[in-house]
């Protein structure tokens, strides 16, 4: 009898589990075709940290989804190496917005165009990182800088805001261990750093940049990368240095 009851309720939770992928399929397939919406940034929703549930909680994933008729290929590869992957909010946002939060950023940051490093001062810092811009096809830009080395206190909560400005690929990005030189399936060249991965954003589409953002603290002292998980990117130069000291 008590096996009896185990096993029914093994059932339950098994049927439970199959009916929730099934509804993230679909819900990922329906928002593809939901209705546009307008919709702006704000440095508030930069600052909220989120999981991965996020991508099921509305407005958030349907805007973006259906600007960019995208869903369903944001899973696959971006769910290997079994880290800690936060994904973030996701939104669309134009060029004017990448600009304003560039000069928000800037306020606590020290940019050294010799060494190619930017310095970022005190327990709170805005990154914002443009994947992939016009002048830097397949490069981070941050600042004005290519793939530059970032410096960042122990302990400092760090926003990251990246956003596609490629609108011929797809990017993604991710605060890594492994150092280089990197594989074709760099995702899965070493650990990531808790709470930094931004799933892979579409390419642009007519001025409008596909933008995700996260919350992380730079808790772990040491040297790391910042990498496009995308395959092929990371080894074909898409990465910078991370010190975080
Ligand atoms: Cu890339």
Request: aromatic fraction near 10%; glycine fraction near 10%; charged fraction near 15%.
């Amino acid at each position: 009898m008590k096996v009896g009851i185990t096993i029914a309720a093994l059932s339950v939770a098994g049927i439970f589990a199959i009916g929730l992928i099934i509804f993230g399929a679909i819900n990922t397939v329906s928002s593809v075709s939901m209705q546009n919406k307008a919709r702006t940034h704000s440095f508030e929703t930069a600052q909220t940290s989120s999981t991965a549930t996020a991508q099921t909680d509305g407005s958030d994933s349907n805007t973006y989804s259906s600007r960019f008729g995208y869903g369903m290929m944001s899973g696959g590869y971006d769910m290997m190496g079994g880290a800690d992957y936060s994904y973030g909010n996701q939104a669309s946002v134009t060029e004017s917005t990448v600009l304003n939060d560039m000069s928000i950023a800037r306020h606590n940051s020290q940019v050294d165009e010799k060494t190619n490093t930017i310095t970022y001062l005190g327990s709170s810092v805005k990154l914002v990182i443009e994947g992939s811009p016009e002048q830097a096809d397949d490069k981070f830009v941050i600042d004005g800088l290519v793939n530059p080395k970032l410096i960042i206190t122990k302990g400092a909560d760090v926003t990251t805001e990246f956003v596609n400005e490629d609108a011929d690929m797809p990017h993604a990005f991710e605060i890594t261990n492994a150092a280089p030189p990197y594989g074709y399936m760099s995702m899965m060249d070493g650990g990531v750093y808790p709470g930094s991965v931004l799933r892979t954003l579409p390419k642009a589409s007519n001025g409008h940049y596909a933008m995700a953002t996260t919350t992380f603290q730079a808790s772990q002292p040491g040297t790391f990368y910042y990498i496009c998980q995308y395959p092929g990117h990371a080894q074909k130069g898409m990465y910078g240095k991370l010190i975080i000291k």
